[in-house]
């Protein structure tokens, strides 16, 4: 079968306006970026419906700017969406997409955990943001599809929910500490009670870590930061997930922190603009800023 690769010139608009239904932006029964109804989408897969499996047919990178998503099509008419930014080197990204395609094509995209594997260790130079960014998003499009053909929310995939509300943060990142204390004011006033600071000095050598930050959008998605969790809770070590992304990246990262019991809070960047106003209670479905419960 052949390969279609191509760079669609589209905006991150119009990309969401097609992402709808079931999955990664469906949190019990409404869309994850607080809008309360769902494009149509392909339906459910009834119990025992199911006589043979999906098959991918097609992998597409799109560049919207300096953003990198994924869409990969099934033969069942089931499409899956991923956020693989990584704004520093987006074209990195995109290759290192076009290099794994052909890994996916023909392949049963309810085989998540294979695929991933597949697409790394199939490559003789393992590891690296492009990969593990280009990873993410094919992570993240697969289980939107498994989430869309069984028509539930991908936390309840994952085990289900571990906690029903999910606490934020924010940062800052002026220059001066008045700067910073500035910044962290407009952070408290929109409702934001924990607050990352960049060092204003060399962090102290040898300090013991309490906590992880990988990216769901950068790590190698969902999947790999279920193992990177399991990993820290053995060691009593929680997760606070790096999170820059837009509503795809950050749905994806909202359904692992419901369903991974040691993730304290995320990052909300919707949070760290200069506009006014309370934007915590009407952004993801159940974001709180009280800890988790």
Known sequence: MTVKQCKTQVTRRSLF???AGAGLLSTAGRLAWGQDQ?????????????????????VEPILTGGD???????????MGYGD??????????????????????????????????????????????????????IDQALWDIKGKTYGVPVYQLLGGLARTKVRVYGHVSGNTAEEAARQAKQRVAKGITAIRFRAFHKTIAKQYVNYLRPDVSHCGGI???????????AY????????????????????????????????????????????????????????AQ
């Open 17 to 19: 306006k097609e992402i």
């Open 38 to 58: 769902a494009s149509p989408s392909a339906p459910p897969v009834q119990r025992g419906q199911r006589t043979q499996h999906m098959k991918i047919t097609k």
């Open 68 to 78: 990198v998503f994924v869409r990969i099509e099934t033969d069942a008419g089931i």
């Open 84 to 137: 693989a930014t990584n704004n520093f080197i987006p074209y990195s990204v995109e290759g290192m997409l076009k290099d794994v395609i052909p890994y996916l094509i023909g392949e049963d995209p309810e085989r998540i955990e294979y695929l991933w594997q597949v697409c790394f260790r199939r490559r003789f130079y393992r590891g690296g943001p492009s990969t593990g960014a280009a990873l993410a998003g």
């Open 223 to 233: 999947s790999e930061i279920k193992k990177i969790a399991a990993m820290a809770e």
């Open 236 to 291: 009593y070590i929680d997760l606070i997930p790096h999170n820059n992304a837009g509503p795809l990246g950050s749905a994806a990262t909202l359904h692992a922190a419901l369903a991974i019991p040691n993730i304290t809070m995320i990052e909300a960047p919707w949070v760290n603009g200069e506009g006014e106003g309370d934007v915590v209670g009407s952004a993801l479905l159940q974001w709180s800023n009280h800890p």
